[in-house]
């Protein structure tokens, strides 16, 4: 898939405080340098949940964890079939993790810079130093000639560290056979190496305090800039201000600096009945601690019944959307205000849509309500960043894995988050999984249409059967 720039990529870093800094400089007064990173290049914390997954699938493939203790790191998700992230830690990206939909399970894509970090014990293919400047400076395939050992636990499709006889890794790749027939070659490939954008990693421990020390003036103009935003936007637009609030990490962003540019207004929030409960709890706590008023929406039944009409909602037929969101919204503001000026959480680097968007719109669904983005520029280090400074209650989920809020069968997710929730939310799971298999077997559709996410693509059903068929 091919990357797309929604907006200039900002990450860089400090070497000195060994900290993401979205600026030139760090408050310490060091220089910064460029983090490389795929776009769009939003880039957001790893969690300890996310920490532990990245040294499970390492140590499992490699037979070591690749992060120690005390290290920041941060994830970049990159066009891909279903998920991959990159891992930044010390200032560089030292590989990915991909998710393997049919075979529900991860494999680690490493970078030769992530021996700055740990030394694998496992999947490691050693060489001639010999061979070495081919192989690191122009990424020349591992032939066997220059092959000296190989470990016994790599199979043909596995990734492996190329490292010379005296120490040094000098590149990455697939391994192109066994080790069993890797060692009876004469000649042919044993590793296809891969060629990435070099980068640098330093080492070193840092928290997420020390983030926010070092981004404290790029923060606070950031904050600024959208608390002018907020009052241009509300003098331009006399009506009754609210702020659209979905439990998400973006809305929480915009509720802070909404309610420092005009104090305290309304929330709304869409609950439609497909929400986590974590998500609501997250509602309560967030009007508990900044004493707004909460106006919600109730749709649950809506959805079901639009269901029985229409089947399960697609990702190129999201019909849920406007059921269970858009319609009830635009339902409340009119009975409620006639109409209302609502501060959103988008940010341009979300999509290409939201990129392109306007920083003031009518939906034309909702169209009693005129919409606005305080946080459009914010990229997701900036949201985090200035949650951490406020000490902000934000979901829980974003510490189990998920890197977006919403309803928990939403046909937009990948199956690598859609598998996670199936196994650590069953009674949410469960119910839904039922639901789809009566659709399934009342349109006659294929045994695995559940199981492999076919329901999140609609198609034709006389196509779906068809398929069946062959």
Known sequence: MHPTYLGKI?????????????????????????????????ARPAFPHDIALINRIYGEHFGAPLIAPGQLVLLNKVPDDDRMEEIIVGGGNAGSIRYLPKERRWEPIPRPEAYALFHPTKRV??????????????????????MIAIDDSVREGDEVFIVTESGECIGVGRAKAGADEARAMEKGQVVRTRRNVASTIVPGTATWDDA?????????????????F???????????????????????ATLLVVQKALGNIPLLFADTGLEFPETCANVAAVQERYHTEVVRTNTSEKFYKT?????????????????????????????RWGECLSFIGQRRYESLARAESNRVW???????????????????LHVWLYLFREKAPYNVLYERGLDRIGCFMCPSSDMALIHMIEEEFPGLWEPWKETLDSWRKEKSLPEDWVGSGAWRIREGVHAQQKRRHH
Not at 312 to 333: D, F
């Open 10 to 42: 900002l990450l860089r870093w400090c070497d000195h405080c060994h900290v993401p800094v979205l600026g030139k400089t760090c408050a310490c007064g060091q220089a910064t340098r460029e983090v490389p990173l795929t776009p769009p290049g939003d």
């Open 307 to 335: 269901l029985e009409r229409e089947g399960p909602p697609a990702v190129n037929a999201r019909w849920c959307c406007s059921v269970c969101k858009l319609l009830p919204v635009a339902e409340t503001i009119r009975t």
């Open 125 to 146: 293919v050693t060489v001639e130093d010999g061979v070495a400047p081919f192989i690191r400076d122009k990424s020349m395939s591992l032939l066997r000639p220059g």
């Open 230 to 252: 907020v009052k241009d936007v509300s003098a331009a637009y006399p009506l009754q201000p609210t702020i659209s609030y979905s439990g998400g990490k973006d809305s929480l």
């Open 212 to 228: 926010v020390r070092a981004n404290a003036e790029i923060l606070n103009q950031a904050e600024t800039d959208s608390i002018r």
């Open 362 to 380: 009518r939906n034309p669904t909702v169209k009693v309500q005129v919409s606005a983005a305080p946080i459009q520029d914010w990229t997701a």
